[in-house]
C-alpha cells in the first residue's frame, strides 16, 4: 500500500480495503493528536477549539485525496468531495470562533450544522465505505479489483 499516493494524489481509483486501511491510519493519528491538545489545553477554551480546527484543516487534504480516488472508483467526479467536507469545515470554522457555542452549551446553529454533517456523513459512509466501485474501467481508470497479468 503506497501511503505516498493515497494521501497526496486525487488521480486514480482505490476499491474499499485501501480506503478503509488509510482511513483508519488518518483516524488514529487524528486522536493522537486530539489527545495532545486534551492534554495541553482546557477543552472548553478558544486555543482548544483553535487548535482542534487546525488539526482539521491539516487532514482535509490527506482526507479529500483518499475521497476522490473512492468517488471515482464509484464513477462519481471530484467536486463530489465538497458536499462532505464543506458543512465539516464551515462548522468547524464556526466552532473556533466560537459561534456554534461549546459542548457544555450548544445552539441551534450547533445542532443545524451538526445534523448536516451527521446525514451527508451516514451518505458518504455507505458511498465510500460500503459499496463497490464501477466494475471495469471507467472515465478515472482501471478497476482496481481487476487481475492484471
Request: charged residues 10%; proline residues 6%; hydrophobic residues 55%.
Amino acid at each position: 500500500m503506497d501511503l505516498g499516493y493515497l494521501f497526496t494524489s486525487f488521480d486514480g481509483r482505490i476499491n474499499r480495503k485501501p480506503y478503509w486501511l488509510a482511513s483508519l491510519i488518518l483516524v488514529a493519528a487524528a486522536i493522537l493528536v486530539m489527545v495532545v491538545l486534551v492534554v495541553a489545553l482546557d477543552p472548553l477554551s478558544a486555543a482548544f477549539r483553535i487548535g482542534t480546527f487546525i488539526v482539521q484543516l491539516a487532514l482535509l487534504y490527506p482526507v479529500s485525496a483518499l475521497m476522490a480516488k473512492r468517488l471515482h472508483d464509484r464513477g462519481r467526479p471530484t467536486w463530489w468531495i465538497a458536499i462532505a467536507l464543506v458543512p465539516m469545515v464551515l462548522q468547524g470554522l464556526l466552532q473556533a470562533m466560537g459561534v456554534i457555542g461549546n459542548p457544555l452549551q450548544s445552539n441551534a446553529l450547533d445542532y443545524l450544522f451538526g445534523l448536516i454533517v451527521f446525514v451527508v456523513g451516514i451518505w458518504f459512509l455507505i458511498e465510500l465505505g460500503f459499496l463497490r466501485g464501477t466494475p471495469g474501467a471507467n472515465q478515472y481508470g482501471p478497476d482496481p479489483l481487476e487481475v492484471r497479468l
